[in-house]
Each structure stands twice: as C-alpha cells, then as structure tokens.
C-alpha cells in the first residue's frame, strides 16, 4: 500500500495503539484495524466483540478467514453476545443505500461466516 492512504493509516495506527482497550484482548496483531477482544460485567456475562477491517465495500476471504477463526475462539464460543464490528452493512436499509460503496459487495461469504460464529442467531441464551 502506497500514497495518501497508507501514510492515513500509519497516522491512525500511531494514535489509536496509544491507547489500550478496557477489555482483554484475544488478537490483536493488526490493531488497530483488525482486532477482538473480550469483556464480562459483573455478573459474569461475556461480550465478544470482533472488528474488522471494512472500510470499503470488499471483504477478501483472508478477512473472513481471520473473522471465522477468531469467532471460532474459546473467548467467542463462551459468549453470549458476538457483535462484528466493520464500516460497512452487508445491505442498506434505505432506499438509495444498498448500492456499490455503501455496503459490503458480495455479502454472501461473510454473512455465512457470521451465521456459523453464531453472530446472526438472535435467539436468546438459555438460563444458567
């Protein structure tokens, strides 16, 4: 990667590994634009939080690659909650935003990904 923005995300790396999450971190060998990490509240239960590098509208398969295995994780699997953070939707909700730029081009890879890490499954965890 070469030219403006390469330099932008020297910047931004520069700034944002100056600060470490309030979280227990799971990978973070490209932070800070690919990373998971792990909190508990009090009572013990899990967030799983993984964010991605989508800034643009391609998702190349070492991405979902990377996102499989971290949701395939100890840390992930003991959560309850799974969030998957990127700029991106997979589709736009209104009209004028499900077009090239605005969403994730060729969705389907990574929706199967989120579905098999359990990310998509809204279905409430059973009581303890």
Known sequence: MRGPLAQDRREAAAYWNNFAPSATVVDAV????????TRSDRAGHILFIAV???SG?????AQRA???AQLATPQAR?????PVIGHLPL???SKGKNRIGKVITKAAPLREALEQGRVLDIRPEPPA
Do not use: C, E, I, T
């Open 52 to 54: 991605l590098d989508a």
């Open 66 to 68: 990377w996102l499989a």
């Open 91 to 93: 589709a736009g909700v």
């Open 30 to 37: 490209q932070s800070p634009f690919r990373y998971s990490l």
């Open 57 to 61: 509208p391609k998702m190349n398969a």
């Open 78 to 82: 003991a959560a309850g909650m799974r």
